[in-house]
């Protein structure tokens, strides 16, 4: 009798014992502490596409005439150094400083005083674009000229340059615009001060890596 007595004890001491964990809160894990993460990143504009309706034709451009079921005028073209394409039946015409457009205009109105045709049936596109360049010279690994297609910062032109020689001055970066000098600080921009020296590029701009 008096082991069943101490039986009876165990066990309503043993779910006493498990009411009294099952009603303690649970115990919520701790979150780590997240901290934003500093950029240095230098923000530029995001590099738009090439609108061939707005852009304006230039030396050593390559276009691409076609006149509908004409083929002694319709072929690819080199714009010369002086601006003028030539064509057959048309002779020469001024192509740089025109937009495709407005030469698609000009080559109409040549073919019109030959035969009749529509205007849908003169198209020139713009194939190879060579007139837009920015120059690198000095203490980088590849120096030489780079075509301009898309809005293009000075440190977005380093990069495509490939970096610097080992004994290049990245403090005194100088930018090229006619007569116009521009200085740029590398070490600054990438530490994400005066970002203002991360000027956009213009067809013609040489930039110097002493």
Same mark, same amino acid.
């Given at each position: 009798?008096?082991?069943r007595?101490q039986?009876?004890?165990?066990?309503?001491?043993?779910?006493?014992?498990?009411?009294?964990? $099952? !009603?303690?809160?649970? =115990?919520?894990?701790?979150? !780590?502490?997240?901290?934003?993460?500093?950029?240095?990143?230098?923000?530029?504009?995001?590099? !738009?596409?090439?609108?061939?309706?707005?852009?304006?034709? $230039?030396?050593e451009?390559?276009?691409?005439?076609?006149?509908?079921?004409?083929?002694?005028?319709?072929?690819p073209?080199?714009?010369?150094?002086?601006?003028k394409?030539?064509?057959?039946?048309? $002779? @020469?015409? =001024?192509?740089?400083?025109?937009t495709?457009?407005a030469?698609? =205009?000009?080559?109409?109105?040549?073919?019109?005083?030959?035969?009749?045709? @529509?205007?849908?049936?003169?198209t020139?596109t713009?194939?190879?674009v060579?007139?837009?360049?920015?120059?690198?010279?000095? @203490?980088?690994?590849?120096?030489?000229?780079f075509?301009?297609?898309?809005?293009?910062?000075?440190?977005?032109?380093?990069?495509?340059?490939? $970096?610097?020689r080992?004994?290049?001055?990245?403090?005194?970066?100088?930018?090229l615009?006619?007569s116009?000098?521009?200085?740029?600080n590398?070490k @600054?921009?990438? !530490?994400?001060?005066?970002?203002?020296?991360?000027i956009?590029l213009?067809?013609g701009?040489?930039?110097?890596?002493?």
């Amino acid at each position: 009798m008096r082991s069943r007595t101490q039986a009876l004890r165990a066990i309503c001491l043993s779910f006493f014992v498990a009411s009294l964990l $099952g !009603a303690a809160p649970p =115990q919520k894990g701790k979150k !780590a502490a997240t901290k934003p993460v500093a950029s240095n990143t230098v923000a530029t504009a995001p590099a !738009a596409p090439l609108d061939y309706r707005s852009y304006i034709i $230039g030396a050593e451009d390559v276009l691409l005439i076609r006149v509908w079921r004409d083929a002694e005028i319709s072929g690819p073209v080199v714009v010369r150094p002086d601006g003028k394409i030539t064509l057959q039946l048309l $002779g @020469e015409m =001024q192509a740089a400083g025109l937009t495709p457009e407005a030469l698609t =205009q000009v080559i109409f109105d040549g073919m019109s005083k030959l035969k009749t045709l @529509e205007k849908s049936e003169v198209t020139v596109t713009v194939t190879g674009v060579h007139s837009k360049k920015y120059y690198l010279q000095g @203490e980088v690994l590849k120096p030489g000229a780079f075509p301009l297609l898309i809005p293009t910062t000075v440190l977005e032109a380093l990069v495509n340059a490939g $970096g610097f020689r080992d004994f290049a001055n990245q403090k005194k970066i100088v930018i090229l615009r006619g007569s116009t000098r521009f200085k740029f600080n590398y070490k @600054e921009v990438i !530490a994400g001060k005066k970002l203002e020296q991360n000027i956009f590029l213009h067809p013609g701009d040489q930039i110097i890596v002493p």
